[in-house]
């Protein structure tokens, strides 16, 4: 074990290891709750964008699975203690925008989690892979980060109802009752717990909040909601299972959607799998203090690798892109070093199976999941916001692309309309101040992309 993970030689243990494992996975664990929330979200009156509420079961095994798939392979391939699952916002660009808005079904969105792994997995095995890293300007690395938080934060804020739009604005909910006050109760609850540095803080806050919600109901106490019989959970226990799920391409299907729209979801969904992940490693390298000056880290090129061989393994178990965790610097600042951390939370994520049928209980009750796991949402965006002090705000050239990649993450609803306004200004700003040579190629490169997507998107609309 010394010979293959290096514990000692950097400056670990075995024990620090197995501690910063079980560390990034208790305060990762959110994901086996939220993940299935999102991609089965009910938008009310039983419409249901993606999944229906009974493949909650199903999507509920296939984050444990992917999420060991792609931890087990960061560890052996990287030896780097990042932890990998479905990712958050890539899970939203799943059901709000490419089943949502773009019209797919769910089964061809998972097709189109495919085949966008599939570009990804050329492009980690490809050198272009660091130079994708290594391309980015330091202050919009770190305004995706914050991005990222704030989008999840605008979810979880949507999802609880703490803000809603029923009066055509975004406005405060009812905060007195209902999930908006499980809610706020949550948020209390891990804010103290973290700041009493109580090790899965996150994750015990959630259990605590779901406590807290599930007893007055059961005891008949109306002060969230009603929660539904002894017979009626028996029932919905057994519903769903992961071959609801699994295997549930249709590759005919995309394309009688039309080939423009089908080429349009793909070029999307790589450029936010691409950035997303690269956005997210980089965010959590850089919390961890792991980047090195020039923004590169060991071991990052091979965990892209495993990234996107993940990303291709869920899609066929059927839940949305696989990516790294921020979490994991959680478990580094335990001590973490090594791939060894990884491989614990892997064996942590696969012991979890065990809970996945208690999805059948709360599929039937939308308004409870939501208000325990949005509070979660809300504390990791307040995280991820810290990077943005790494922005130059005093120097307009990068100050107005980190502001808009930041603000266009939760205003468009999109993390990779972020990027993409991001990189864009980044670059007409250069080339307008005489400074176009400061500016990597592939920044041009990945603008014209983006700029093409959109093109392709309003012909689509326009069709």
């Avoid at 549930?248 to 729209?261: N, W």
């Avoid at 790494?390 to 309309?417: C, G, H, N, Q």
């Amino acid at each position: 074990m010394e010979k293959f993970f290096k514990i000692k030689q950097r400056g670990s243990t075995v024990r620090a290891e197995v501690l910063g494992g079980l560390t990034t996975f208790f305060a990762m664990a959110y994901i086996i709750f939220v993940n299935p929330s999102m991609l089965c979200a009910d938008l009310g009156d039983g419409f249901y964008p993606a999944m229906p509420a009974e493949n909650i079961v199903g999507v509920a095994v296939a984050t444990c699975l992917s999420a060991m798939i792609g931890t087990v392979l960061t560890g052996l391939l990287a030896n780097v203690p990042f932890a990998q699952a479905p990712g958050m916002g890539l899970n939203a660009f799943f059901t709000y925008t490419v089943c949502l808005t773009m019209g797919f079904s769910w089964q061809q969105a998972l097709t189109i989690v495919f085949f966008s792994g599939l570009i990804f997995l050329v492009i980690a095995l490809s050198p272009i892979r660091a130079k994708i890293i290594a391309s980015i300007p330091a202050s919009l690395k770190a305004a995706i980060s914050a991005g990222i938080g704030l989008f999840i934060t605008f979810i979880g804020l949507l999802n609880s109802k703490l803000i809603s739009f029923g009066s055509g604005v975004p406005a405060l909910g009812d905060v007195t009752h209902g999930a908006q006050l499980l809610c706020v109760i949550g948020i209390l609850v891990i804010v103290v717990l973290m700041v009493l540095k109580v090790r899965g803080a996150i994750f015990l806050g959630m259990l605590a909040t779901a406590v807290i919600g599930l007893v007055p109901s059961l005891l008949g106490w109306n002060w969230f909601g009603t929660f539904v019989s002894d017979g009626e959970i028996y029932n919905i226990a057994r519903i769903g299972d992961i071959s609801k799920v699994a295997f549930q391409f249709d590759f005919a299907g995309v394309f009688q959607v039309g080939v423009l729209p089908f080429i349009t979801a793909v070029i999307s969904f790589a450029l936010v799998d691409c950035f997303d992940t690269v956005g997210t490693l980089i965010g959590t390298a850089g919390a961890a203090g792991l980047l090195k000056e020039d923004g590169s880290m060991d071991g990052g090129d091979k965990a892209l690798i495993a990234d996107a061989v993940a990303t291709v393994s869920g899609s066929a178990l059927g839940t949305s892109t696989v990516t790294t965790f921020v979490e994991s610097a959680s478990g580094i600042s335990e001590g973490a070093r090594t791939g060894l951390s990884s491989l614990v939370v892997a064996v942590m994520f696969g012991l979890s199976l065990f809970v996945t049928p208690i999805f059948g209980v709360l599929g039937a009750n939308s308004w409870y999941l939501y208000a325990i796991t949005a509070p979660v949402l809300i504390v990791i965006g307040t995280l991820m916001m810290k990077s943005v002090v790494r922005v130059k705000w005093d120097d307009m050239e990068d100050a107005l692309p980190s502001f808009l990649t930041i603000a266009m993450m939760p205003f468009a609803y999109s993390i990779s309309d972020g990027i993409a306004f991001g990189f864009i200004s980044y670059c007409v700003i250069k080339l307008v101040r005489g400074k176009g040579k400061q500016v990597p190629v592939l920044m041009y490169i990945i603008s014209l992309l983006f700029l093409a997507k959109y093109v392709l998107m309003n012909l689509k609309i326009g069709a």
